[in-house]
């Protein structure tokens, strides 16, 4: 990891499996059920704990979809590593920018806190390629809200915050996730609605019984399939799709629906499937 004043920089290897574009295509014709989920779910936790670390550490990618999600073997684990990549349209904090150092003259601790930056980045990334533009529209103070006129350097569909000329920050790759991982439950990109909570809650799409029940919330058009698990797929469309609602929450939220992904991987399926799943994946990737 190298800081500058102007940019930042992190070099990684080369991702050999394709991108989650291709394993959206692979995972939907020749997987069973079972192998389907789980692998949906493994690269799921994956993207909701990168975004957890974008959050922490006052990164908004901007421009989140399956071709940016790059895949690579680990032999030795017997399955693959999910990262993100080009943060060419990157928006970054100035709290993130006030770490930038000249390593001719850092005190220890400055030092310190940039290593835990570096930590924090290499346990998502691993040696990733990452740019941060020093002009005025990539950096943003603390508690900075950006506002969408139709110029805006964000690709794809807008995210509830946009729609609505509300400020936003890092729901749009939130949304963006949501995206990505409704395309790997479903194949088609995602159509959300505003719809009463006890409507959305009927068809799996609630988070918890501590919220109203009068809300009106975003969640997906599409139904979930009876043999997931409806109640954590569910649980984390909503977190994606409802920044608002959840405020300061967002973050132990995410983290939360990591852990309880982690649980459901170990004590859903078989080591066999998680095998076969993984087999079958790296060999569809490779012939792509």
Known sequence: LLLYEDAAVISMSFGDMGTIFEAIRAIHSGFSAAEHEYIAAYIAQKMVDTIVILRRIGVIHCDIKPDNWVLKSDEQADSLRVVLIDFGKAKCSSTLMSLSVNSHNQDDEEEERVAKVATELDRVYEKCV?????????????????????????????????????????????????????????????????EPLCRAAKRGYCLSEEIESDLVVNVPTSSLKRYWK???????????????????????????????????INTSFSASVKKAAHKALRERLAHQ
């Not at 963006?176 to 439950?185: N, R």
């Not at 569910?234 to 405020?247: E, M, T």
């Not at 929450?249 to 995410?254: A, G």
Request: aromatic residues 12%.
């Open 230 to 264: 409806g109640s954590l797929w569910g649980s984390l469309f909503f977190a994606l799709l409802n920044h608002a609602l959840l405020h300061e929450h967002i973050d132990e939220v995410l983290v939360s629906l990591s852990r309880q992904f982690q649980e459901h």
């Open 130 to 194: 990452y740019r941060c533009s020093s002009k005025k529209s990539s950096l943003y103070p603390p508690l900075y809200r950006f506002e969408y006129y139709g110029t805006e350097t964000v690709k794809g569909p807008m995210c509830e915050d946009m729609r609505t000329n509300r400020g936003w920050t890092h729901q749009v790759d939130s949304f963006a996730v949501a995206m990505c991982v409704h395309q790997l439950l479903f194949v088609c990109p995602i159509n959300t609605k505003l």
